[in-house]
């Protein structure tokens, strides 16, 4: 088993007054050559945007993006056709294929929001842009890796354009869960949102992240109530 840790003090740091960002991977102005993604994984953006702001319409083509909404709610709008909100607990995806252009803004005037924005890069390109959303409640079981996206329509969750799989836990204090790759020669990518835990030995607080790879399978131990997710990526491209 190999590991690399990255402390939540460690990422690159914007602060553009509506929008406050912190950067897991180069991104944008912030670079890092020793920080460019994990495997497919490119982006890991831990946003906060006050109310009324967000992103105006911007476009994208050959990446698959990811937005689950920490506190608040998302305003969404795109270029084929889709218009609405995602609430805290929901998990939106957009393969931009071809191109699409969208903006994603705060879906309240006053209050702030915050949310993740995940990049990952495809195993196909040029495909047809196309949008999903997904309510995790649904699919949340307590003190487990729940799945919440995965390469495969039929599957819980939404799916995407790569031999990727998501996983998101809520766990108590004293919980101890293995998480099983679902291809031995994927790595894995865990974000801390909230709380503490132990794995393989490394201590994570609140938004440290820590990357493992050549293991089947890994260990958490919850030092303190703890919202963790999980990101199963191919290393090689």
Request: glycine share 10%.
């Amino acid at each position: 088993m190999k590991t690399i840790y990255h402390a939540s003090d460690s990422r690159g740091d914007a602060n553009h007054g509506w929008l406050k960002s912190r950067h897991t991977f180069s991104f944008a102005n912030y670079h890092n050559p020793k920080r460019m993604g994990f495997g497919a994984l490119r982006v890991i953006n831990d946003d906060f945007v006050i109310g009324g702001h967000g992103f105006g319409k911007h476009s994208h083509r050959d990446m698959e993006i990811i937005s689950i909404p920490l506190a608040g709610k998302l305003a969404h709008g795109d270029s084929i056709g889709n218009e609405g909100v995602i609430e805290t607990g929901e998990i939106q995806v957009m393969s931009a294929g071809t191109g699409i252009t969208h903006s994603e803004m705060n879906g309240d005037n006053e209050a702030a929001m915050k949310f993740l924005q995940i990049w990952v890069m495809p195993n196909k390109t040029n495909v047809t842009p196309r949008y999903q959303q997904v309510d995790m409640n649904a699919l949340m079981q307590p003190n487990e890796f729940s799945q919440v996206l995965s390469p495969n329509a039929d599957d819980a969750g939404v799916w995407i354009h790569q031999d990727a799989w998501f996983s998101m836990g809520n766990f108590d204090k004293g919980v101890t869960q293995t998480y099983q790759l679902n291809n031995p020669s994927n790595g894995v990518y865990i974000l801390v949102i909230s709380g503490e835990v132990v794995i393989e030995s490394n201590t994570l607080s609140t938004r440290d992240g820590l990357g493992i790879w050549d293991t089947k399978s890994f260990t958490m131990n919850v030092e303190a109530a703890a919202r963790v997710l999980v990101m199963e990526v191919p290393l090689s491209l």
